[in-house]
């Protein structure tokens, strides 16, 4: 089982930075292929970013340009660098996971949540002045 942790949000200026971090309580999630996605306050939770198990990464369009998405050298850990932050970015961001050997997620473009089986508790972000 994949326990999946977020941390790094919080509360930032609009154009300042925050490094987002989902943990996997110490079990390499090499195989996996990850998820980032960001419920709004009134919105739907929409997909942000993703890397698969073959290293493969895709943004949102919103995020394009501004978020990476990177793998710890360990295997254990998968961040998401946020640049240049904006107050539409406000909300909660969560991290997924799924095992992924033949590396089906994340292939030509984000993978919907239904993708995943393993989801962190979510991490609250706010751009704010």
């Known amino acids: 089982q994949v326990h999946l942790v977020e941390s790094g949000g919080g509360l930032v200026q609009p154009g300042g930075s925050l490094r987002l971090s989902c943990a996997s309580s110490g079990r390499s999630v090499e195989y996996y292929s990850i998820g980032w996605f960001r419920q709004a306050p009134g919105k739907e939770r929409e997909a942000v970013s993703c890397?698969?198990?073959?290293?493969?990464?895709y943004y949102a369009d919103s995020a394009n340009g501004r978020f990476t998405v990177s793998r710890d050298s360990a295997g254990t850990a998968t961040d998401l660098q946020m640049n240049n932050l904006r107050p539409e970015d406000t909300g909660v961001y969560y991290c997924?996971?799924?095992?992924?050997?033949?590396?089906?997620?994340?292939?030509?473009?984000?993978?919907?949540?239904?993708?995943?089986?393993?989801w962190g508790q979510g991490t609250q972000v706010t751009v704010s002045s």
């Open positions: 890397i698969s198990s073959n290293e493969k990464t």
């Open positions: 997924a996971a799924d095992l992924d050997v033949l590396s089906r997620l994340c292939q030509s473009g984000l993978s919907p949540e239904n993708g995943y089986s393993h």
